[in-house]
T-cell receptor, first 114, second 111 residues
């Protein structure tokens, strides 16, 4: 049973560039959430996608956008990168029928902005 | 006030010790509660969901006190492999789907 997968594992970009991160959810899951984790902090919720729509959004600017595909996989796009966007980006998948909303994380993409 | 607060530690304990982590949350309407474990530079892994009646999984016991808005995790007979950061996580009913994470408590189990 494949878990949550993410690509790429590492990425180095310069300020002002754009980046796309990818996520495939765990088998049987239909919902994908994205989190940003800065060093020494807990993950911060960016947004969640279900049925190809953004269902909820955290306190992140419009530079952060996403998409969910019919096969439930998802992308996170960040435009006009800032140095402060350097972080570990985590994708989490879940099943909409889950009673407690347990979310399972992928290995993350480590983004460095120079 | 932060939504989820934890003592950052670090907690340094010898093998075999019992260690307890505490966490408080600010939203009294919160519905779901979890402990995740995160190893250095890895993703968070779900350790336990925390049920209203409390629950146990082997050496790990989680308790929830809704009146005090307090969650705890007890680890008995600590192993070297328990060394990690433990994240207290709350799913606030008002927000619906987002998980709110504490900053984590660092545990180091020494020989």
């Amino acid at each position: 049973d494949a878990g949550v997968t993410q690509s790429p594992t590492h990425l180095i970009k310069t300020r002002g560039q754009q980046v796309t991160l990818r996520c495939s959810p765990k088998s049987g899951h239909d919902t994908v959430s994205w989190y940003q984790q800065a060093l020494g902090q807990g993950p911060q919720f960016i947004f969640q996608y279900y049925e190809e729509e953004e269902r909820q959004r955290g306190n992140f600017p419009d530079r952060f956008s996403g998409h969910q595909f019919p096969n439930y996989s998802s992308e996170l796009n960040v435009n006009a990168l800032l140095l402060g966007d350097s972080a570990l980006y985590l994708c989490a998948s879940s099943f909409v029928g889950s009673r407690f909303n347990e979310q399972f994380f992928g290995p993350g993409t480590r983004l460095t902005v120079l | 006030r932060k939504e989820v607060e934890q003592d950052p530690g670090p907690f340094n304990v010898p093998e075999g010790a019992t260690v307890a982590f505490n966490c408080t949350y600010s939203n009294s309407a919160s519905q779901s509660f979890f402990w995740y474990r995160q190893d250095c530079r890895k993703e968070p892994k779900l350790l336990m969901s925390v049920y209203s009646s409390g629950n146990e999984d082997g050496r790990f016991t989680a308790q929830l006190n809704r009146a005090s808005q307090y969650i705890s995790l007890l680890i008995r007979d600590s192993k070297l492999s328990d060394s990690a950061t433990y994240l207290c996580v709350v799913n606030p009913a008002v927000s619906g789907y987002a998980l709110n994470f504490g900053k984590g408590t660092s545990l180091l189990v020494t020989p």
